[in-house]
């Protein structure tokens, strides 16, 4: 399985800003997925981020709001913009790689705006 | 459209005991993978076990092993010798095997269980 990290681990953030989270893999991964999850619920999948192309979005979420990059195999980010209370959740990252079927989470970010 | 169905929001076991948590799907696919996740307070989600829908024998990991019932559409979660650290939400999720590019999970709303001394 992959190893994934992400930064920040959480952080406190001011409405109107914005906050760039990244994540990155120890191996080369096919598909990255990202994810809002509010305490204590379910997993909302927000976009699929694939190498060299543009980031699938679910639908309610735009590009304007959640832009994604995704340079390389390895790492990708995640920006969520112009942040209201509204975006306070966690946010995890995910990979699967090659033919596996298998997703793989990284530990999250919890994000809090005020 | 496929969805996943947890109907216990929270269960409860005594340590050591068994405990069985419920998850049901809907899909017109033939094929397909089922999950179950373990999120702990600490938040990082684990993955647990995993069903292909083309065999027929259960999958076992250690203490956890499931009872795939692939006409009824089930795919239950039996915890056998529960220990503190089995603590956590418990998500169910599915993914279509001919998913091409769109290899996305679908979720239930979890369980959470805890574990009693």
């Known amino acids: 399985s992959a190893v994934i990290s992400q930064k920040p681990s959480r952080d406190i953030c001011q409405r109107g800003t914005s906050l760039t989270i990244q994540c990155q893999v120890d191996s080369q991964v096919t598909m990255m997925f990202w994810y809002r999850q509010q305490p204590g619920q379910s997993l909302t999948l927000i976009a699929t981020a694939n190498q060299g192309s543009e980031a699938t979005y679910e639908s309610g979420f735009v590009i304007d709001k959640f832009p994604i990059s995704r340079p390389n195999l390895t790492f990708s980010t995640l920006t ?23 997703q793989y989470f990284g530990p999250g970010t919890r994000l809090t705006v005020t | 459209a496929q969805t996943v169905t947890q109907s216990q929001p929270e269960m409860s076991v005594q340590e050591a005991e068994t405990v069985t948590l419920s998850c049901t799907y809907d899909t ?48 239950s979660l039996k915890i056998s010798d529960s220990q503190l650290g089995d603590a956590a939400m418990y998500f169910c999720a599915y993914r279509a095997l001919n998913a091409g590019n769109n290899r996305k999970l679908i979720w239930g709303l979890g369980t959470s269980l805890a574990v009693n001394p």
């Open chain 1, 80 to 102: 969520v913009s112009n942040m209201s209370p509204e975006d306070s959740s966690i946010y995890l990252c995910s990979v699967t790689s090659g033919n596996s079927y298998e």
């Open chain 2, 28 to 75: 017109s696919e033939s094929d397909y993978y089922l999950f179950w996740y373990k999120q702990p307070p600490s938040r990082q989600m684990i993955l647990v076990i995993r069903q292909e829908a083309y065999k027929q024998q259960n999958a076992t990991e250690n203490r956890f092993s499931v009872n795939f019932q692939k006409a009824a559409k089930s795919f």
